[in-house]
């Protein structure tokens, strides 16, 4: 399964390229994650939870089933154009058969990126896929999942515009910095049964 580069608008008349993560990502990727988790806004991990090196990274990567090339995954890396990579997002399916319909999202921007438009782009490329993805026996993601801390502002109102809807809270999920202890919201999407083809695709020029 192939997604053509897309070349998105940000805010300011900048531009970003989103694209599939190949494996020669993973030290941007591990990068990436270190600067997110650094900034301590959203996360739910520690620096010293994430792989040791770029290697250990792919490799976890490969074990989760992100980087399977059968539909069952999807993961878009963002490039701020004449830049590196400054965002990522990525969509899991469910293995077994009963469950395949549900993607589990998962998104995150470099702290120095955000508010520029990218985690919109990328939501938008991710779910316009999820919309016009089908498997060879035409399976298709039904639902898209994600969680969410409850004190994470921006991301609920991004999922929110997007229409994903609050369906339940992990009470006391997350124990926060302070050592207090945070909600986390489960947000879900239906996508209906039209499939719309990425049809406003603007390929990335010479990609
Ligand atoms: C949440 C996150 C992915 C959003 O990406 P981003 O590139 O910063 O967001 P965008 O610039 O595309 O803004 C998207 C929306 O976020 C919301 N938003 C942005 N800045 C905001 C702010 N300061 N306060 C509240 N909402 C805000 C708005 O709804 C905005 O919508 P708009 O495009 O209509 O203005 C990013 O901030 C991030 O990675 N945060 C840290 C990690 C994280 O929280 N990941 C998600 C875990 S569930």
Request: proline share 3%.
């Amino acid at each position: 399964m192939d997604l053509d580069p897309y070349r998105a608008p940000l805010r300011g008349g900048r531009h970003c390229i989103l694209r599939q993560i190949s494996r020669e990502d993973a030290a941007a990727q591990l990068d990436l994650e270190r600067a997110i988790v650094r900034a301590r806004h959203g996360i739910v991990k520690h620096e010293d939870e994430l792989p040791v090196d770029a290697a250990a990274y792919a490799e976890q990567r490969e074990r989760a089933g992100l980087t399977a090339k059968d539909g069952s995954a999807l993961c878009l890396a963002a490039e701020l154009e004449g830049g590196g990579l400054v965002g990522e997002a990525t969509l899991l399916r469910f293995k077994p058969r009963m469950v395949r319909h549900v993607g589990v999202l998962g998104i995150g921007v470099h702290p120095e990126a955000q508010g520029l438009g990218v985690g919109r782009a990328l939501m938008e490329r991710l779910l316009g896929w999820a919309r016009a993805h089908r498997d060879a026996d035409g399976g298709r993601v039904r639902r898209v999942e994600l969680s969410v801390r409850a004190d994470n502002a921006r991301a609920i109102a991004l999922y929110r515009s997007f229409g994903f809807t609050h369906e339940g809270t992990r009470r006391d999920f997350v124990r926060g910095d302070g050592g207090a202890f945070v909600d986390d919201l489960i947000m879900g999407l239906l996508l209906s049964d039209d499939a719309p083809a990425l049809s406003d695709d603007a390929p990335a020029a010479g990609r």
